[in-house]
């Protein structure tokens, strides 16, 4: 685990659960942004060598959410994912330093639209998209997960 990180990174306080196992993620906060970062390590690697497309996506999911909840404002209302797409534009290799970015695109009473790009040292490895549930109600986990979307 390492804590080499540009300037103005601070450890991300949502390392916990399965984010703590995938390694220490950083963020950095300006005005109504945050964007997430990372240092690739062996650990996050594949068997080519490169960071794995499943680190990517995970890194991916986080900066989705995070960003879009420094963007929009929703409290701390917890919105799973309900839906992501992705594009793998270049390898990660190991030693780069991953920074994601986030822009909403669309918010409606239940459901943020976003996209997220990843550089990796300042070229671009991963573009997608994501739709966010905003659940009703405290948004606390359990009201999310008892109620289904609605078609």
Known sequence: MTMDAPDGFKVFEGNMGFVELTGLLMVRRVEDNAFLGLRVEEKHCNIGGICHGGMLMTFADMQLGVGAHAIV?????????????????????????????????????????ATCQITADGATVFSGSGIMKIPSGTGRYDDAAAKPLSR
């Open 73 to 113: 404002d929703i409290g701390n209302k917890f919105t799973p994912t309900v839906q992501m797409s992705c594009d793998f534009v270049a390898p990660a290799l190991k030693g780069q330093w991953l920074e994601g970015t986030t822009e909403v695109v669309r918010q409606t009473r239940s459901l943020l639209f």
